[in-house]
């Protein structure tokens, strides 16, 4: 007899998916110039064709201090990055905004990292990040339910019931 073990996939987030039409390999992370400027700026999840548009100032050939970047893919606009960068990498309190979603609150290493709230389409989650993912407590509330406790690598387990928010489903093992 095989467990039971439901598992609701909230959304899968925009700043871990691709569309399926392009098959495309993501990389570990990567520094992108600012072909204007030269300035760089950190990009945790980086797919062929990415460009970044940066304003703010540039220190050392890096993104440094308030500013913005607009992240552009085979030159059409996707994302845009609000807040505070150190050595190219956005970092303290800021936001970024995609097609499909919206994370506001604390960076580290240019990935959400501490208190912060994520919506993606029909579904929030507000509560502890820590390498871009719901980890720590938090609360996801989506067109099922409210969940709330404590999260690990954007997975919640309540009894049989997996739930993971920004994660594949079949990442919470």
Same mark, same amino acid.
């Given at each position: ?20 039409a ?6 570990t992370?990567?520094?992108i110039?600012?072909?204007?400027s ?8 980086p ?17 440094? @201090?308030? @500013?913005s ?14 807040g ?36 993606l ?16 407590e ?17 997975c ?6 997996t ?11």
């Amino acid at each position: 007899m095989t467990r039971s073990n439901l598992t609701m996939g909230l959304l899968l987030g925009a700043l871990l998916s691709s569309p399926p039409a392009q098959a495309q390999t993501r990389n570990t992370g990567d520094f992108i110039s600012d072909p204007k400027s030269g300035c760089k700026v950190w990009d945790p999840h980086p797919f062929a064709g990415e460009t970044a548009s940066w304003s703010g100032n540039c220190i050392e050939g890096f993104a440094q @201090g308030p @500013g913005s970047v607009l992240w552009s893919r085979d030159g059409k606009p996707f994302e845009k990055d609000e807040g505070s960068w150190d050595r190219g990498r956005q970092s303290g309190r800021g936001s970024q905004d995609w097609g499909s979603g919206r994370y506001q609150g604390e960076f580290v290493g240019g990935e959400p990292s501490g208190q912060g709230v994520m919506s993606l389409q029909t579904s929030r989650y507000e509560g502890e990040f820590r390498n871009g993912k719901p980890s720590g407590e938090g609360t996801a509330t989506n067109l099922h339910g409210v969940y709330k406790g404590r999260w690990k690598d954007g997975c919640l387990r309540q009894g049989e019931k997996t739930i993971a928010f920004a994660v594949p489903s079949s990442s919470c093992h």
